[in-house]
């Protein structure tokens, strides 16, 4: 999978221009899911221009109730009439910014698998978490919290994200070791959790300063299936990765 999360970025008629320029590069990507995440008030224009295309829509958040008294707030089904087949959630600036709670985020992933959404759920330590030696640690948490309650059938639907905090929108790539590394524990913590069949089938992208020069050394790693993308997913380089994975997937 590669997945684009435009952030707070490009106004809906900026969104509509360029995903127009990306239907036409990336038609004939037929061997990997390409998602884009706009943000919501361009998810309906959006929406026209890669209606009849191989380009997915995605959402950067939601809410986990399904109307009511939430001002701000998107619910899953307000997502859904819009074509929006998954939705990235508990992303480190929402985390970060935003206080979410892996409590908070874990309801996210169960309402958006009830909802038949794809949850695109977010992992990753800080600079500091790394130093200290916590990495494995917090992604434990992470995981087991942001999961909890989750079962083997429903897991294997879930796209799991690691996005070390320290290298979003920071230029300071992983290495591909170091991004093998973590991607190779959640798949081992999701073998003792859920089993190993369940854990192969989980798709884990990484994201965090992923660039057409970077990203082939990534990407041939066997833990990593696909990249979510910040910077990079808001110009033609985004083109560039796709041809990356399929030169890479054949
Ligand atoms: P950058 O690719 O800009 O580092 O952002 C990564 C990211 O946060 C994707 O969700």
Redesign the pocket.
Known sequence: ML?G?W?MNKTPSEAQLFANTLVNALAGFNSFDIYIAPVFVALDRVREVVSSSNIKLAAQNMYYEDSGAFTGEVAPKMLKELKVEAV?LG???RRKIFGESDELINKKVKKALAEGLTPIF?IGETLEERQKGLTFCVLEKQIREGLNGINAEDVKKVVI?Y?PVW?????VVATPQQAQEAHEFVRELLSKMYGIDIAEAVTILY?????PENFFGLFIKPDIDGA??????LKESFVELAKIMAKIIG
């Open positions: 997945a999360n952030k990235i992303h480190s600036e977010c994200a996005e290298a979003i929108g920071t230029g994201g965090g300063s992923v660039t979510l993308v910040g910077g990079a997913s």
